[in-house]
């Protein structure tokens, strides 16, 4: 039987970082402005390393690449996907990203961001920013370049347990109080198209008007298609929450027992609540892994809520 692949997260510091990630997770990591923890990771930025079995020490690019047996016939240059959980204290800058024939030419090659979040927390009330009020590329174009943030800006309602899809082109904003699991590709390109005039070590931080205008997806997406909610899906059952050109994803809510047969290249997976059992391992919040190529059955036991993903 092939061995499960955990790994121990790469942690980011940021100007909207919080305590969370320390409070809620158990994470060992110092500071109070801790704004990710990048859970599956083989981005440069942060390369997770595997802390268990065969391949203890191993960085994931370098099994990518020297034990790509693990992944089926998945073919890609780099690693797919990247997990990461997101603890917002204070607002995140309004952003976009563009999509991989974007990036390709303009970040010397590097794959365009397609994401999508799962709120494992929020205030009463909370809001987020998706999508935005321009009706064509000039009033866009108007907005930006003459700050007309509030007409710009659309906010609409979200509560613990929404997921939301963030097709490349979409303007969002993660609002502060809120905590969430991004699933998304292995691509750190965000264009800020706002950021509240906030400074960092003392200047701005770097706005991008032309790249912004260029991606931006005119009109927005309407509201109604933008949030999910996963309230009162059946316990014990693989659940897929999206399916797109570049990946699925899942949430899995644990109640007892469930099997399920691992039919995909490989499965991303991290558990977001409670505590449980994977084939006799132990299982805890913050937990990441990689469940590998011809795993075979999948036994699961415990209390707990996990959100995995698989390359498409």
């Not at 005119?218 to 309230?231: H, L, R």
């Amino acid at each position: 039987m092939k061995e499960l692949l955990f790994l121990e997260p790469v942690f980011t510091h940021n100007i909207w970082g919080g305590t969370n990630l320390k409070d809620k997770f158990g994470y060992n990591v110092e500071g109070n402005d801790i704004g990710e923890c990048w859970g599956i990771s083989a981005h440069e930025h942060g390369d997770c390393t595997v802390v268990s079995g065969e391949h203890k020490g191993k960085k994931l690019s370098e099994l990518w690449k020297e034990n790509h047996e693990l992944f089926g016939e998945y073919n890609s240059e780099r690693f797919p996907l990247l997990t990461k959980i997101i603890d917002a204290k204070d607002d995140l800058s309004i952003q976009v990203h563009p999509d991989d024939a974007y990036a390709a030419i303009h970040e010397n090659g590097s794959y365009g961001k397609m994401e999508c979040w799962y709120i494992l927390d929020c205030k009463e009330d909370a809001t987020i920013v998706i999508g935005h009020n321009a009706k064509t590329r000039e009033e866009l174009a108007d907005m930006i370049n003459n700050g007309r943030w509030s007409e710009f800006i659309r906010e609409i309602p979200i509560k613990k347990g929404d997921f939301m899809q963030i097709d490349p082109g979409t303007v969002h904003a993660i609002k502060g109080g809120t905590l969430i699991l991004e699933s998304q590709q292995n691509s750190d390109i965000t264009y800020r198209v706002y950021d509240y005039d906030r400074l960092s070590n003392g200047k701005p931080r770097e706005i991008h008007v032309k790249q912004s205008i260029d991606v931006i997806n005119v009109p927005a997406k309407d509201v109604a298609d933008s949030i999910v909610s996963t309230d009162n899906l059946e316990k014990n059952a693989l659940h897929q929450l999206i399916s797109c050109d570049r990946y699925s994803v899942f949430k899995i809510d644990v109640d007892g027992k469930m099997d399920f047969e691992q039919t995909y290249p490989f499965m991303l997976v991290s558990i977001v609540e409670g505590t449980g059992e994977i084939d006799g391992t132990q299982l805890k919040k913050g937990d990441h892994l990689i469940i590998p190529f011809n795993y075979g059955k999948v036994c699961l036991s415990g209390k707990m809520v996990m959100i995995a993903s698989t390359p498409a």
